[in-house]
């Protein structure tokens, strides 16, 4: 990439930054079974264990969650995401701040968690918990489920905010908050984690601050990665963001892959699913959901190798590129399936995964069951 582009690449990122406090990654609802995830994470410097596994289990938890259904229509998933416990942020913030709020745009949420570090700290879990109910847009209906996930592994009193108040405040908003402790069981009982998540109906668990996947190589995986990159190639980038965004497509790609590479399959899964949806920037996807009609959209827009063509050129070259979006989708799709198929036929005897991910998945379950959603395949 040249200087000139980096350099546009970095502005744009930087305006889709100052945005995204207030709008950018907002998706306007549609209509569909909400769930909305505030994922508070605890940042200081013991936490690294549990930030690698954020970064590489994101796409575990996307993909499980879009299973889940309610009266035959698919649930919408809305992740904000905040850090607490890292002495970089100010003191007057009580070290806490809100790194995304709520979203559906999974590059922008992946490239964030990627941009976390751990320092400090002091961790204030209630003061966490309590910010994130007043300043995130939570969803009124009583049908929708809204989750806090606090993870972090020191006492769940620390601070000036009882954390009492907080799950009360929590409880008045029709929102569960779920606790996870990086530590013993015993620890994270006697340190009142198991007591924040029991204000609030939510699920206590305990994790091993240090797991990680372990990749496994499957038959599948050359073929995998080839359809993403064939996958990548369907996106058509239109606005001002387009390229920035799809080059963040890209980028977000390698970050995964350099992770774990069983993060990166995962991930190569939900961009098969309508789980993964870039109207704001991609014209298939916004030709599909009439976000951006391209009958009246300016030429100036357009990608260059579109600009000059008619509209029922243009309308013709959308459509191929949904077509073959939709083969290579369903294939990585199949292929998936048949990759988990192999490794759980290698897991038989193994033990549960003491992981973020699992913890987050087993208590959404029970949460998803109780609000009338069904979970399918």
Excluded: H
Excluded at 127 to 141: H, K, M, P, V
Excluded at 278 to 295: E, F, H, M, Q, Y
């Amino acid at each position: 990439m040249n200087t000139s582009k980096r350099l546009a690449r970095a502005i744009a990122l930087i305006c889709l930054a100052a945005l995204g406090a207030a709008r950018a990654f907002a998706v306007p609802g549609d209509g569909r079974p909400l769930v909305q995830i505030a994922l508070l994470l605890d940042t200081s410097n013991s936490m690294d264990g549990l930030i690698d596994q954020a970064k590489s289990q994101l796409w575990n938890i996307v993909s499980e969650t879009g299973k889940y259904s309610r009266r035959g229509e698919r649930a919408r998933l809305e992740v904000a995401l905040y850090e607490y416990g890292n002495d970089s942020n100010s003191v007057f913030s009580g070290y806490v701040r809100r790194v995304m709020p709520f979203t559906s745009d999974l590059d922008a949420l992946s490239a964030r968690l990627f941009e976390l570090d751990t320092n400090g700290g002091e961790e204030y879990c209630a003061l966490a918990i309590r910010r994130s109910l007043d300043e995130l847009d939570w969803s009124s209906a009583e049908a929708d489920l809204r989750i806090v996930y606090i993870a972090g592994n020191e006492p769940f009193t620390q601070g000036l905010t009882d954390y009492r108040d907080s799950g009360k405040r929590a409880v008045r908003m029709g929102v569960t908050v779920n606790t996870i402790f990086c530590g013993s069981r015993e620890e994270g009982i006697r340190t009142g984690w198991a007591d924040g998540a029991r204000i609030t109906g939510g699920a206590f668990a305990n994790i091993n601050g240090d797991y990680r996947y372990e990749y496994v190589p499957c038959p599948q995986d050359d073929r995998l990665s080839e359809l993403n990159r064939r996958l990548n190639d369907t996106y058509i980038a239109y606005g001002e963001e387009g390229e920035a965004r799809k080059e963040l497509q890209e980028e977000q790609d390698a970050q995964a892959e350099n992770l774990n590479r069983e993060g990166f399959f995962k991930r190569a899964k939900v961009k098969s699913s309508g789980s993964y949806a870039n109207s704001s920037w991609d014209l298939v996807d916004a030709a599909a959901s009439g976000a951006a009609p391209l009958a009246s959209m300016p030429s100036s827009e357009l990608p260059a190798e579109m600009r000059n063509l008619s509209p029922g050129e243009r309308d013709a070259y959308v459509a191929r590129k949904q077509e073959e979006r939709k083969a290579i989708q369903a294939e990585i799709a199949a292929l998936s399936a048949e990759r988990e198929a192999f490794l759980a036929a290698g897991r038989q005897n193994a033990g549960a995964e003491e992981s973020l991910d699992r913890a987050m998945l087993d208590s959404l379950g029970n949460l998803a069951e109780a609000k009338g959603f069904v979970r399918g395949e």
